[in-house]
């Protein structure tokens, strides 16, 4: 490959384009709200509108022209480099020898003209590679991989044949998108909705807005029904567009994923970057036996949940052979675990209690309709502390560490205790009266294996243990 500075494919202008235009896509929503709405519905109103979209695209385009003009990339036989900016300019250099991995991008654009968004990962990379390359066709990515391969063979080289593999069959596809139950995918809208509605509504709008919010109990309850089946409709649709074409191979010492609907991504993972599998059994999964698996992967931390999913819907018991065959390095059993002294009983189930009791107590307040909430909500708590309760175990056996707790889901931990980042033996003044304490074992920033309120003689002896076996 020329060590001489090349422009990305052409395509590579509409890319560039197309992300000017969602970056701009709220502020654009606005001038054209209230530029061109602002003055009434009517047919200047909407020409108005017309010419500001029109203005925008034509920005997004000139700006996606320079963006691609000034943007050069180049391989030597020290590395990868990237120079792009006109006033500000940026040139990004990756040694051959430190890139773990080649990942692939196409969304549908870049499938219309045939080319592929390239991310050059390293050992510290995030949710992007150290290095993308927005427009490239076929040849040009396999060209790359060969090169890279040269180098590191266990790590990037195109195995003909993975060692194994698992796919989401489209009729579990169905299923996982149905009970994938991520309700947090309402909150942005909400939020959204706030901030147009205080950009359009002037003083006297708002008023009529705010008459127009229920004012019964019955019809709040009726309001947060539809917000949840919205919310229900949305995760649907979104674990589609994710986890359609799900695919998880092993090949040597790396798992390679494929997904996505629309965007069709394609990642590899070195197996010595994963650091733990969470086994995660949804409100939903959960009474039918269901479960997601989950990894925390040395540099994916900023990673979207969908882009730790190691596969999206698998039965729980499955989960043993599925790790044995694709990810034996963390595979143990989910069961057989340590329960907890009867005595932390009341620890689990007096804070859920507590934060019921003072809700419904302040509905009541509010609206003197809340009686009935206060009723249901406090059996319902503490029915959740019970089930929290039952559900916390521990397991450290041949130095892997399993660990259960209950929080919207059940989620069952697995993994090596030397891979931890930390581990944390504490103890509050309350639980120095029941003689219980806590552990917590942080295997990234965003997975950690916390046993609550173990008994303190057991806590400090596991705390020991898991220092011990790293040593």
């Known amino acids: 490959m020329s060590p001489e500075p090349r422009r990305l494919h052409r395509a590579g202008i509409l890319v560039y384009a197309l992300a000017t235009l969602r970056e701009a896509a709220i502020p654009l929503l606005a001038v054209f709200v209230v530029g061109g709405l602002g003055g009434g519905f009517d047919e200047r109103a909407l020409l108005r509108g017309a010419g500001f979209a029109v203005a925008g695209t034509v920005f997004a385009s000139i700006a996606g022209y320079v963006r691609w003009r000034t943007t050069t990339w180049w391989v030597t036989g020290e590395g990868i480099h990237r120079r792009s900016g006109v006033v500000s300019i940026k040139e990004t250099d990756v040694p051959l020898g430190r890139i773990q991995s080649l990942d692939v991008e196409q969304g549908p654009l870049q499938r219309l003209f045939g080319v592929h968004s390239l991310h050059v990962q390293t050992g510290g990379g995030g949710a992007k590679g150290e290095i993308v390359l927005e427009a490239l066709d076929l040849e040009q990515v396999r060209e790359l991989r060969a ?20 796919r989401l069959s489209r009729p579990a596809l169905l299923v996982a998108a149905l009970t994938a139950g991520q309700l947090g995918v309402l909150l942005p809208v909400l939020a959204a909705a706030g901030q147009l509605s205080q950009s359009l509504f002037d003083e006297r ?47 040597g010492e790396r798992l390679r994923i494929r997904r996505g609907l629309l965007a069709h991504r394609e990642a590899t993972v070195p197996v010595g970057r994963v650091r733990a ?11 039918l036996g269901l479960a997601a698996l989950r990894m925390e992967v040395i540099g994916h931390a900023d990673e979207p949940t969908a882009a730790r999913m190691l596969f999206p819907l698998i039965a729980r018991r499955d989960v043993r052979a599925f790790l044995d065959e694709l990810l034996p390095e963390l595979a143990d059993d989910l069961d057989g675990l340590e329960p907890l002294p009867r005595r932390a009983h009341a620890r689990y ?44 175990g521990w397991r450290l056996e041949g ?9 919207l889901a059940r989620v069952t931990l697995l993994a090596p205790a030397a891979h931890r980042e930390s581990h944390t033996l504490s103890q509050t003044p309350l639980q120095r009266r029941g003689d219980l304490a806590d552990v917590r074992v942080a295997f990234g920033k965003q997975t950690a294996a916390s046993v609550r309120h173990l008994d303190a003689g057991t806590a400090a002896r596991l705390w020991e243990r898991i220092a011990a076996g790293t040593r």
């Open 399 to 407: 130095g892997r560490l399993v660990t259960r707790a209950l929080r």
């Open 349 to 392: 189930v007096l804070p859920p209690v507590a934060v019921a009791a003072v809700a419904g107590a302040l509905l009541w307040a509010l609206t003197g309709a809340g009686a009935w909430a206060l009723a249901l909500a406090v059996p319902a708590a503490a029915a959740y502390g019970t089930l929290a309760f039952r559900a916390a």
């Open 205 to 251: 709008r708002g008023e009529e807005a705010i008459g127009l919010l229920p004012d019964a109990a019955g019809e709040w309850v009726l309001a947060g029904a539809v917000l949840l089946a919205l919310a229900w409709v949305l995760s649907t649709l979104g674990s589609v567009v994710a986890f359609a074409g799900f695919t998880v191979s092993r090949e």
């Open 277 to 287: 599998v969470e086994v995660v059994e949804g409100v939903l999964r959960w009474p």
């Open 147 to 166: 090169l890279v391969a040269a180098g590191r063979p266990a790590e990037v080289a195109d195995a003909p044949e993975p060692d194994a593999e698992r």
